[in-house]
């Protein structure tokens, strides 16, 4: 299935800076008619709505204050979505922190908020409200999901869980009653402050030492770059695929074997 993106409706989470605000402005760019920036920090959606309506003229950003660790505030975001634009056909789980030290609170909103974001969108907003054929959920994973590093055990795990999220909902079960498209996004390291305040957001010493060792390995993409591989992937990639994004590149599909294939 390919989604049109011309005049739907699109909700970001984490939507007011860094990388989330350049998912927005790269749907508005292919045609999306406007999306609602689903955020905590209002100085960040003040900044953020000025460039929208500087590049796109007015009425095509709202922002709803939302903790996506509270369903009731995200579920006010689509409600907000829904009373001024009428209809919300994508969903972007951008929300998202890098942090082993407070690693309950990262737990709640990596998981915990795209969980609360799937359950939402799949079973009532996007079931209900979406335009044409089918409607798109978009979880932010990382390339910490699929592969294993040292420094953030937690992150991974939590990252590691969207993957998971993504594949079940995103089975043809799912998307046979419901027609949302449930993908996932692995995006390497990606020049935001994610990554370049990365230092001490760990558990300790031992798990610096690792990542001052090795951080000179790691091959860099500015945010721009994986915004537009996203759009493209939110116009046309399979139900329940996952996407890696990494060093500049075009994406690729990442295939977890079966383990029905396994030597025995």
């Not at 003040?46 to 009731?72: P, Y």
């Not at 737990?107 to 079973?123: C, F, P, R, S």
């Not at 957001?201 to 770059?225: A, C, M």
């Amino acid at each position: 299935m390919v989604l049109d993106l011309v005049g739907k409706i699109g909700l970001i989470t984490g939507g007011a800076s860094g990388i989330g605000l350049r998912y927005a402005k790269q749907l508005l760019r292919n045609g999306v008619k406007a999306v609602t920036l689903a955020d905590l920090n209002p100085d960040f959606a003040k900044t953020g709505l000025a460039e929208i309506e500087k590049e796109f003229g007015s009425n095509r950003a709202v922002f709803v204050k939302t903790d996506v660790t509270d369903i009731q505030q995200f579920e006010n975001a689509f409600k907000k979505t829904v009373e001024i634009f009428k209809h919300v056909d994508i969903l972007i789980n951008n929300a998202g922190i890098l942090n082993d030290k407070i690693w309950e609170k990262e737990i709640a909103i990596n998981v915990n908020g795209t969980i609360h974001g799937i359950l939402l969108g799949l079973e009532n907003y996007l079931l209900k409200y979406q335009q044409g054929p089918e409607a798109v959920i978009v979880n932010i994973s990382s390339i910490a999901g699929v592969g294993a590093f040292p420094n953030t055990p937690i992150y991974c795990g939590t990252k590691a869980a969207v993957i998971a999220l993504t594949r079940s909902w995103g089975d043809p079960y799912h998307y046979e009653r419901t027609k949302v498209r449930v993908i996932a996004i692995c995006p390497g390291v990606t020049m935001t402050p994610l990554i370049t305040d990365i230092s001490g957001r760990n558990l300790g010493d031992v798990y610096e030492n690792w990542l001052q060792s090795n951080i000179d390995t790691l091959s860099p993409q500015e945010p721009e770059h994986v915004a537009e591989e996203v759009v493209k992937l939110v116009h046309s990639s399979p139900n329940g695929t996952v996407w890696v994004i990494e060093g500049g590149q075009p994406s690729y599909q990442y295939i977890v074997p079966e383990r029905e294939t396994m030597p025995k």
